[in-house]
């Protein structure tokens, strides 16, 4: 792991940081390997986090992140490693890299999208990258009902494939994913969240999302997992923005998987509401919640990409 997917270096620092409720078989594990490797390493404590809170970093550690070469995160209670405000200013200047076990357990690790070639992941994430790159406005639609739309951040396209090996870069395993931001309070539409969510789980019924002027203004759903996301939209400071627009491309993720795996499941979407600066963007929040919407169909201006869960490349 740390020479395939990061090429840690003996000299270089790595953190990584957990909290009360990681997998502790995981970061002993973590630990065993950055001894094995012989580089610089620090066990990075914090408190586990509620809901409303997940993405919040110790501000101990956001400094410390000043010192390291190589970030794991490997929080259970949410993914403040990952998108803490101080690594994204770390991750623009090229001074760091990272991968992202948080919310994991050691089967995601271990079967499903982490058995897959990440050469190939790579190369097809770079082709998306590409096509990405050439697009003015994403639309994604789906026969349950979502159709939404945006401008896109086009030259902030992340390609998250299973290569951290260049300062700048992000792994999170299972891996296999681009994305970036819709442009700050232009999203428009609706869109179905039928998949699995991060804190809520896989909803019990579909939940219906409206969205207006880049926010969140309606939440259609009479399940528990419905509820308790109208109560982080409504209590928790921005919330509500539309944080990011991501395509899966692993073809080895399971359809039945956690959220972090089934994402990244080859011609699948996730819609992240929340915090986008790790994307570029400038709106800061507690939370990142990325929500999934399966079978989708998305255009590129007018470019089909994915043909109801089918991704198209060529």
């Given at each position: 792991m740390f020479t395939d997917f990061m090429a840690v270096q003996p000299h270089e620092t790595v953190a990584i940081v957990y909290d009360e409720d990681s997998p502790m078989e995981m970061v002993n594990a973590?630990?065993?390997?950055?001894?094995?490797?012989?580089?610089e390493y620090a066990l990075m404590l914090q408190p586990s986090r509620p809901p409303e809170k997940k993405n919040l970093l110790h501000p101990a550690i956001e400094k410390g992140l000043e010192?390291?070469?190589?970030?794991i995160g490997i929080t259970r209670s949410g993914g403040a490693p990952i998108y803490s405000s101080k690594l994204a200013e770390l991750m623009k200047k090229k001074t760091i890299r990272g991968m992202s076990l948080n919310m994991r357990d050691l089967d995601?690790?271990?079967?499903?999208?982490?058995?897959?070639?990440?050469?190939?992941?790579?190369?097809?994430?770079e082709k998306l990258a590409e096509i990405w790159s050439q697009t003015k406005v994403?639309?994604?639609?789906?026969?349950?009902?979502?159709?939404?739309?945006a401008p896109i951040a086009s030259d902030m396209a992340i390609i998250e494939c299973g290569d951290a090996t260049k300062p700048g870069f992000m792994v999170g395993l299972p891996d296999g994913e681009v994305s970036s931001r819709p442009l700050e309070g232009t999203a428009k539409g609706v869109f179905v969240v039928d998949g699995p969510c991060t804190v809520i789980g896989k909803p019990e019924t579909p939940i219906k999302i409206i969205v207006d002027g880049g926010k969140v203004v309606g939440i259609e759903g009479d399940s528990a997992a419905a509820d308790q996301l109208r109560d982080i939209v409504a209590n928790v400071e921005n919330a509500d923005n539309i944080a990011e627009?991501?395509?899966?491309?692993?073809?080895?993720?399971?359809?039945?998987?956690?959220?972090?795996?089934?994402?990244?499941?080859?011609?699948?979407?996730?819609?992240?509401?929340g915090d986008n600066i790790y994307y570029g963007g400038t709106k800061r929040s507690n939370v990142h919640m990325d929500l999934v919407v399966t079978d989708p169909t998305v255009y590129f201006d007018d470019r089909l990409v994915v043909d109801q869960g089918k991704l198209i490349l060529s």
């Open positions: 973590l630990h065993d390997a950055a001894r094995q490797n012989g580089c010192a390291v070469d190589v970030l995601t690790l271990l079967a499903g999208g982490a058995t897959a070639d990440n050469k190939a992941l790579q190369a097809d994430g994403m639309r994604i639609i789906s026969e349950a009902g979502t159709d939404i739309s627009f991501g395509v899966g491309v692993n073809p080895a993720s399971r359809p039945d998987a956690n959220f972090q795996e089934v994402k990244k499941r080859r011609g699948q979407v996730h819609i992240a509401i």
